[in-house]
């Protein structure tokens, strides 16, 4: 009788004790939730597109001008667009587009340059065709992205940048077409 009082009453409070720990669970959602508000960290509630960027400056523009040549070799060779205006600190993505003219498969390797010189290291490329050796088989053509950012801190006596490619033949390089798709 003994055994089975004290059985009875390890059960009620392992039930007790079982119930407060669901509980306890389901209190601790908002109460995780209460400190990542106050905190302002790992935040689920509130949606990503109410973040804004704070390193663009909306207040002032600036202008950036493409150029393009082709040295020596029989290739079109030309931005997509000749000018866009944009704020400092905006991720901007332009193209360009080549074409080989030529009889035969070539490899090309673009190398900017920028006006006025001391610009060049505000200009942040994070994708670009410059990055690798591009190789065209006679007549193909592609279009290739360079993406970047105008860094905030660029000087403000600066309002227009103009970014220019040279092509130039890689000899000996392998003509192969690129495995990835050629974009560059």
Known sequence: ?????????????????AVAMFGFGFALVPFYEKI??????NNLIKPA????????????WV???????????????????RSVRVHPGEM???????????GKAIVGQAI???GPKHAAPF??????????QQPLQAGEGKR????????????????????????FEVKGASTAPAKSGGQG
């Open 92 to 102: 901007i993505q332009i193209e360009y587009e080549v074409k080989n003219n030529g």
């Open 144 to 167: 290739m992205p360079v993406q970047f950012v105008i860094d905030s801190t660029l000087p403000a006596d600066v309002n227009t940048i103009t970014l220019s490619y040279t092509f």
């Open 63 to 81: 202008t950036l001008e493409f150029d393009s040549n082709s040295h020596g070799l029989e290739w079109d060779f030309r931005p997509v667009q």
């Open 49 to 60: 597109a109410a973040v804004e960027n704070t390193q663009v400056d909306k207040s002032r």
């Open 1 to 17: 009788m003994k055994k089975e009082r004290a059985n009875r009453r390890m059960m009620v409070r392992l039930s007790i004790f």
């Open 112 to 114: 900017p340059s920028y």
């Open 123 to 132: 200009v942040k490329k994070l994708e670009c065709f410059c990055f690798r």
């Open 36 to 41: 990542c508000e106050v905190t302002g960290i």
